[in-house]
């Protein structure tokens, strides 16, 4: 059960362990602040979202803003061990490519709609969220320049740059994909959009591949 349903499913009053009434609290926070923005949303409306008195709530997060990074956390995170799991996921570097990509199509379809609390922040401007936000874009991008780098031989910087470039590509479209409301079903649109930029890094030579004999990043099994 998610802490979600858990939520909708325990009444109010029902004594939790501290742990169980954290999870809780943040499935809460996570509908209220998804629907109603950070401005507009009010710890009165989580705490009867939560089915809690206003007081319990305080005696877990001090502040809108402590709940808020809370949850920030938990799914910047959870974009980051997807992203790490994608790339570990195969040898095979167009495979890791399209599975890289999937990894932002799932987040962002991900019932509960959290990546709208990464991508989509009306809160921005706060130091501490967008500290997070641009954090978790440099590791994701850091994982994927590692094996950039690996596998081509480029330099880190130049690693980072074409790592910024496909981790960007993946979230602005999978946003897109779902805000739109595409009919192009998600296997679908992963491999159109693996192949346009498989395309690209394709042309970069296997690291210690000698010119002419196959290193092209499209050949030589990559």
């Not at 498989?198 to 010119?211: K, Q, S, T, Y």
Request: with cysteine; net charge negative; charged share 25%.
């Amino acid at each position: 059960m998610t802490a979600i349903e858990e939520t909708e499913a325990r009444p109010r009053g029902t004594r939790l362990p501290r742990r169980a009434r954290r999870i809780q609290l943040l499935g809460a926070a996570q509908e209220v602040f998804v629907a109603q923005g950070y401005h507009a949303a009010a710890m009165d409306d989580i705490a009867e979202r939560a089915g809690v008195s206003k007081p319990v709530l305080y005696q877990h997060f001090p502040g809108k803003l402590e709940l808020y990074l809370a949850l920030l956390d938990q799914h910047c995170e959870a974009l980051l061990q997807a992203v790490r799991t994608a790339l570990a996921s195969t040898s095979e570097n167009k495979q890791r490519v399209a599975a890289t990509m999937d990894a932002y199509f799932a987040y962002v379809e991900e019932e509960g709609g959290a990546f709208r609390l990464v991508f989509e922040s009306d809160l921005t401007n706060e130091p501490a969220v967008r500290e997070r936000v641009d954090r978790v874009s440099l590791e994701c991008a850091e994982a994927i320049s590692e094996v950039i780098a690996e596998d081509t031989g480029l330099s880190k910087d130049e690693s980072m740059l074409l790592a910024v470039g496909l981790g960007g590509v993946s979230q602005v479209v999978a946003r897109y994909w779902l805000s739109s409301g595409s009919t192009v079903p998600r296997d679908t649109a992963v491999q159109l959009l693996t192949s346009l930029t498989w395309r690209g890094i394709a042309g970069f030579p296997l690291h210690g591949a000698e010119a002419g004999q196959g290193g092209q990043a499209g050949q030589a099994g990559r």
